[in-house]
């Protein structure tokens, strides 16, 4: 995939910068933290409730992290994240609260406006990270705002090993690879793992399926939906669920419900401007975080639809942010030589 040459626009007049990250969860920050120790001023918009999510993403919704390197005792989402945003700061990233609502591509500087200034003047960037991330995609059962994060999860190695699921009875949604893939994970916590798809089949590779119908810890309920999640208020303690053939339902005992019905990432702002795969997901150049668009840059969940983790997005977010001083330096050489000459 070699990178598409963009024209040229003006500058603008009311704000420019060598670099913009959009998205302020592990990648963005990273680069951030990176490129502003490299004296490039970075300017970060972290979105105000963008996606959904809080500044700093996802992890905002979690509660302990036990699997981020440097926290021996664990260390709630929230304040993870808030770590991140002071360490960028401190070293001179220019943080701004609120969300760009749209965004050109087609030529360098990239434009972009903030929400609500749609009409007005763009602002300018000579190289753009994106680093939006992803949202697990949620079911809407009924009382699963209640216990989401108290016993609701949609990653299995974030949160499998958390105390409350050690065990305990767990469930997982699904039936493809993914769900074949965390039902399998959970075994080693739960004390028994259910397993509910909706038909009576499996949409998982045959390799896959026969890994989780050999398993004699998960235990496979065909043709079965969740309907509720019910608890003691706190904590997730049972599941309601229906038979779609015969229509009865029962409460099925489970500590832990996790979804691996996919994720849906936040592209929306650059979709049909960049290349993204049949899921949305921004294709880069293997091994590398360079976008169909030269100078257009993604790191994090936004572009790995495989890892989803906090320190695969921060390693990304590395990777950009030296991608990036690269690319400037390449082009100031350029442009002195051409000077010269």
Known sequence: MAPITNGTV??????????VIIGSGPAGHTAALYLARANLNPV????????GFAPGGQLTTTTEIENYPGFPNGIMGPELMEKFREQSVRFGTQVITETISKIDLSARPFRYWREGEEAGEPETADTVIIATGASAKRLHLKGEETYWQSGISACAVCDGAVPIFRNKPLAVIGGGDSAVEEATYLTKYGSRVYVLVRRGELRASKIMAKRLMSNPKITILWNTVAVECLGNGDLLTNLRIRNVLTGEERDLQTNGLFYAVGHEP??????????TDEDGYIVTVPGTTQTSVKGVFAAGDVQDK????????????????????????????????????
């Open 10 to 19: 003006p500058r603008s007049t009311k704000m420019h910068s060598k670099v």
């Open 44 to 51: 970060l918009f972290e979105g105000f409730m963008a996606n």
């Open 266 to 275: 936040a592209t929306a702002l650059v979709r049909n401007q960049i290349q």
């Open 306 to 341: 495989r890892y989803r983790q906090a320190i695969t997005s921060a390693g990304s977010g590395c990777m950009a942010a030296l991608e990036v001083e690269r690319l400037l330096a390449e082009e100031e050489a350029d442009a002195r030589e051409d000077t010269s000459t």
